[in-house]
């Protein structure tokens, strides 16, 4: 069975950098898209960051789009996202979404605190 575990979440200044990841456990379907979602605190709704498909299709959503980058490692059936120019209001915690034919999973979350 499948299991997605996300990593590399801690706590930079305004405009530092981070690097998530999400690894993949199993063996993954053909086709499927990873998502990259984020929740901020005393919100109850996950929005959604950027995407990329198993045939490297991105998309960006809203402040992401020229601050973030989404890519996949496929040795590691992992996709990474890169976060550059970090904003206070980009803290959150960050979740990872595997869709396929199959269903849906979400990995557990790793939090993202920017603050001086």
């Known amino acids: 069975q499948v299991q997605v575990v996300e990593s590399g979440g801690g706590s930079v200044p305004p405009g530092g950098s981070l690097t998530l990841s999400c690894v993949a456990s199993?063996?993954?379907?053909?086709?499927?898209?990873f998502g990259w979602y984020r929740q901020t605190p005393g919100t109850k709704q996950r929005s959604l960051v950027a995407?990329?498909?198993?045939?490297?299709?991105?998309n960006y959503h809203g402040s992401a789009k020229g601050r973030f980058t989404i890519s996949r490692d496929n040795t590691k059936n992992a996709v990474n996202l890169q976060m550059n120019m970090l904003r206070p209001e980009d803290a959150a915690v960050y979740y990872c979404?595997?869709?396929?034919?199959?269903?849906?999973?979400w990995g557990q979350g790793t939090k993202v605190t920017v603050s001086t």
């Open positions: 995407t990329i498909t198993n045939s490297d299709i991105t």
């Open positions: 199993g063996t993954l379907a053909e086709m499927y898209v």
């Open positions: 979404n595997l869709a396929t034919a199959r269903g849906v999973l």
